[in-house]
């Protein structure tokens, strides 16, 4: 049965009997009872009947709901045979008034899970019935309704008609009950002590509820013995009183919905943990959702086998039966942390479980960003280690050609000019001739070689840097290139290296495809970015993905976090502009 | 003339000794790094050292960092820079440091014995020294519009020598032209250029260079 059917079948069942309750008074007459009484009992019963629903329809598994109802319906049975009088009604009511006073006790020490736990609660609450039926019990069957100028047949159990054994019995239940009370208030009040502040955030609307009923009580019960009070003082104290027992039903209510508030705060830590916290963060959030100012978030630590805080500090797990709970957070099997909650909040369990769950979540997503992050900053350091190792290797490659290769065509040329000077005047022309093409080949491989060398690694770059390099580059341009900036200081040698390849790449594309008639470098360093640019007069239309050129630069600046951008209408030439960070 | 040489290379450096010797310069010592350098030119004072520009122990500047140590602290010591790198930005840089009597030469220009003595005696006597393949490539460096254009061919070849760092005797020799012509050359192509006539031949090496250098758009310097 659904849970709506079944809380709509109980309130209408409900509402009818109010309605045939205050039928049947009305057709008897209001009996020995003022019409202001039976307003007040009404109330008070639908109080507890609303709320009891309520709570039910909220809280379908939680006993407090099915309770108030029961304390309501008890109530009201109990308040009936004052209107209608009857044997059977004046001697059930006798016995069952009380019950629902043992109800609210049941519900005191069963709230807010539904169930007591302790055995001393269950001991207590036990006796409040025993109290209620068995007192009543044992009074009843010495009352004679003749002592009170009622008929004799009301009291369907009377079995002893005896005044003064009915005053006894009267007066040891009277004693026994108030002790009881007591007791009961006694054991509250520890609770209410030893409750941590998320259990008193529920807690405190029962208890003021019950405490203002109670002093209600205490003031109705001291002005109904003076008989000096004149009678609408009596009306105003039963009024005060019955408006007191009405909030208490209410009290359980609201602190019912606290933890249901609670609970709809998951939806909110969810969100929240959707954007990510800093781990510190998150045992903030996770107290406020939970309202557990003292909660303690460990995370996993599977190296070191044990939790740690957010500032890296162990986590010690709390004892068996200490004021702190544990909920492990747990992803597919595996631990990703601890909760350690107040242990009042094992009353919610399921609102554990969710922010348990939520956090499992949220924390396996951190670790599996983190790990994600350290896998991309690992791939980025190999690649930017790959282009700084392809650098030094460039260097290396130009530096042997200038030492070796170099050095000795140079040896060589030197050796032929010795040679030919040292040829006598008239030697043979062909020799002469020799010496001089070879000298003159020399010559050609040496500048090839210098040009080679420069396009690999140029040694400016690395000894003078970016601008007399660019400098270089666009003397050496095959159409005119203005260089308008240049950085005045020297920057980190892979940046240089990027910005410089960049730029001849460029230049180098815009000399084959753009049919430009002129270009133009900026390159400047502001803000700890180094910002290279090359735009043309040409064609445009430039494809980025064209050659593999363009996309190897491309890999070259990201390896350096930095960013290359083209832009290339069709008729309005190309700027190709990267952007290096360059904090040195 | 007295002359002494530095480079680390030692087949190299005997040989441009040797080749020195050949066409009649009295080479009086030989260093294999900048400070062998740098004691020999304190204790000899030759007219001329020639200098490689990559030398221990970096093997980066060392060559142009002597050659401005020298120029400073003995300043009748005059220095030609041999170098393979052929880059303006080191000869406006050896130019910028002195007044005078430096060079910055190819290495391979030691095949052209004509050329190399040349630079030796001309640094010696105080004049600057560009390799011409350095001219070559800035005279031939594309600009639009390029006032080059409206010099004539043989106002061309005298700027040449012009940023060579020749001095108008210099240039008149080589081109047999008088002073008188080569005078009214060199007037004709500074104010084609715009450029202002300046009161040394040494300091116009500097101005031509520099216009030369200049991109297509006269607005921006370069480095």
């Known amino acids: ?170 007066s040891a239940l009277t004693s ?64 005060a009183q019955t408006g007191a027992v009405m909030l208490v039903p209410l009290g359980f209510l609201v602190g019912l919905l606290r933890s249901q508030l609670a609970r709809s705060a998951v939806g909110d830590l969810v969100i929240d943990l959707g954007e990510t916290p800093q781990p510190g963060q998150l045992r903030e959030m996770l107290a406020h959702t939970l309202r557990d100012p003292s909660l303690k978030l460990g995370y996993w630590i599977a190296e070191m086998g044990a939790y740690v805080d957010a500032a890296g500090t162990p986590v010690k797990l709390p004892e068996e039966g200490s004021s702190q709970a544990v909920a492990m957070l747990q992803h597919e099997g595996e631990p990703v942390g601890v909760l350690i909650h107040d242990a009042a909040l094992i009353e919610e369990p399921r609102l554990v479980e969710a922010v348990a769950a939520a956090t499992g979540l949220a924390l396996q997503n951190e670790r599996l ?91 400016i770059l690395t000894e003078e840097g970016l601008g007399p390099a660019l400098e270089s580059l666009v003397e050496r341009a095959s159409l005119p290139v203005t260089l308008k900036t240049v950085p005045t200081r020297r920057l980190p040698a892979p940046v240089e290296a990027a910005a410089y390849f960049v730029v001849s790449e460029a230049l180098a594309n815009v000399a084959k495809y753009s049919r430009a008639s002129c270009a133009t470098i900026i390159a400047s360093a502001v803000d700890g970015r180094l910002l290279v640019e090359v735009s043309d007069d040409g064609i445009g239309g430039a494809d980025a993905t064209r050659g593999s050129g363009l996309r190897g630069l491309a890999d070259r600046v990201a390896a350096l976090d930095g960013s290359i951008r083209i832009e290339s209408v069709a008729g309005k030439g190309t700027t190709i502009r990267a952007e290096i960070p360059c904090a040195s | 003339m007295r002359v002494v040489v530095a480079d680390d290379s030692t087949l190299l450096r005997e040989g441009l000794v040797r080749l020195l010797r050949e066409v009649g310069f009295d080479v009086v010592g030989q260093a294999a790094n900048a400070e062998e350098l740098l004691r020999l030119v304190r204790s000899e004072q030759p007219d001329v050292a020639v200098v490689d520009i990559r030398m221990p122990p970096t ?93 004539t061919r043989r106002e061309l070849e005298v700027l040449g020598l012009m940023a060579e760092g020749r001095t108008n005797r210099s240039i008149g020799e080589k081109l047999f032209l008088s002073a008188n012509t080569v005078e009214s050359h060199v007037r004709n192509i500074l104010s084609k250029l715009d450029l202002e006539e300046s009161p040394g031949d040494n300091r116009r090496v500097l101005a031509v260079i520099t216009y030369l250098r200049r991109g297509a758009n006269s607005e921006a310097a370069p480095p």
Not at chain 1, 62 to 70: E, F, I, K, S, Y
Not at chain 1, 212 to 239: M, N
Not at chain 1, 417 to 430: I, T
Not at chain 2, 112 to 118: E, G, M, R, S
């Open chain 1, 369 to 459: 960003q983190a790990a994600l992050r350290a896998q991309l900053e690992e791939i980025r350091a190999s690649r930017s280690r790959i282009v700084e190792a392809a650098d030094a290797e460039r260097r290396r490659i130009e530096r042997d050609l200038h030492d070796g290769a170099q050095q000795r065509l140079v040896g060589i040329s030197l050796a032929l000019q010795l040679a030919n000077s040292r040829l006598a005047p008239g030697a043979d022309p062909e020799v002469v001739e020799a010496l001089k093409q070879a000298s003159q080949e020399l010559s050609s491989a040496l500048s090839e070689l210098r040009e080679l060398g420069h396009g690999i690694h140029p040694a």
């Open chain 1, 176 to 239: 026994i009950t108030v002790a009881l009370t007591l007791v009961i208030i006694a054991v509250f009040v520890q609770r209410w002590g030893r409750a941590s502040a998320p259990a008193r955030r529920i807690i405190a609307p029962v208890g003021w509820s019950l405490a203002l009923a109670g002093l209600a009580f205490v003031v109705d019960t001291i002005v109904s013995r003076q008989p000096s009070v004149p009678s609408w003082g009596h009306v105003a104290t039963a009024v």
């Open chain 2, 59 to 151: 093997r980066t500047d060392e060559g142009l960092k002597a050659a401005e140590q020298i120029r400073g602290g003995s300043p009748g010591v005059a220095v030609l820079i041999l170098s393979e790198y052929l880059e303006s930005h080191y000869a406006i840089r050896l130019i910028q440091s002195a007044s005078g009597g430096i060079g910055y030469l190819l290495k391979e220009r030691v095949s052209d014995v004509q050329t190399f003595a040349d630079a030796v005696r001309r640094v010696a006597e105080g004049e600057f020294v560009i390799d011409p393949a350095i001219v070559t490539q800035l005279v031939g460096r594309r600009r639009p519009p390029n006032p080059l254009d409206e010099l």
């Open chain 1, 1 to 170: 049965m659904s849970r709506r059917l079944l809380t709509g079948l109980t309130a209408a069942g409900l509402v009818g009997l109010l309605i045939t309750l205050s039928v049947a008074v009305f057709i008897h007459g209001y009996g020995p009872v003022p019409w202001w009484r039976l307003t007040l009992d009404l109330g008070v019963g639908s109080s507890f009947l609303g709320a009891g629903l309520i709570a039910w329809w909220r809280r379908p598994k939680n006993h407090v709901g099915r309770l108030l109802v029961a304390a309501g319906f008890a109530f009201l049975v109990g308040a009936a045979p004052n209107y209608v009088q009857s044997p059977l009604t004046y001697t059930v009511r006798w016995l069952e008034s009380s019950v629902y006073l043992a109800i609210l006790v049941q519900l005191l020490f069963a709230f807010p899970s539904g169930r007591i736990s302790s055995r001393l609660e269950r001991f207590l609450s036990t006796a409040a019935y025993a109290d209620a039926v068995l007192g009543s019990l044992s009074t009843l069957i010495f009352l004679d309704p003749r002592s009170r100028g009622l008929p004799a047949g009301l009291n369907l159990l009377l079995l002893f008609p005896n005044q003064r054994l009915f005053s006894l019995a009267d």
